[in-house]
């Protein structure tokens, strides 16, 4: 399984961007999809997740911000950021596992990950 990112970049404060997950095939449509961040001198955390049957979750600090999709056709998954603040500044990572649904938002339950991309969010 091989995940690629792209689309980071700098943005102004409450611009948008969107993230591009390339996977290998089938790889989204076989696997939960989850996209995660971490900031300088922070850990890696959850922001979005898609499971097999449609289902999405993200975390409180960016629902009703972002979106996450996937196209099958294209093996890939996307990460559409908008009204983008300063705390959204990180790398952002994609992953791909069988978390159990418990364990969706947590990092270490997914086993393949991309090498990430940076967003940078200025004031």
């Known amino acids: 399984v091989q995940l690629q990112a792209s689309g980071g970049g700098l943005v102004q404060d409450g611009g948008s961007l969107r993230l591009s997950c390339a996977t290998s095939?089938?790889?989204?449509?076989?696997?939960?999809m989850g996209w995660f961040r971490q900031a300088p001198g922070k850990e890696r955390e959850f922001v979005a997740a898609?499971?097999?049957?449609?289902?999405?979750y993200y975390s409180d600090s960016v629902k009703g911000r972002f979106t996450i999709t996937r196209d099958n056709d294209k093996n890939t998954v996307y990460l559409q950021m908008n009204s983008l603040e300063p705390e959204d500044t990180a790398v952002y990572y994609c992953?791909?596992?069988?978390?159990?649904?418990?364990?969706?938002?947590?990092?270490?339950?997914?086993?393949?990950w991309g090498q990430g991309t940076l967003v940078t969010v200025s004031s």
């Open positions: 898609f499971r097999r049957g449609g289902y999405t």
């Open positions: 095939w089938r790889t989204s449509s076989n696997y939960a």
């Open positions: 992953a791909a596992g069988n978390p159990i649904l418990s364990s969706i938002r947590l990092a270490r339950a997914y086993t393949y």
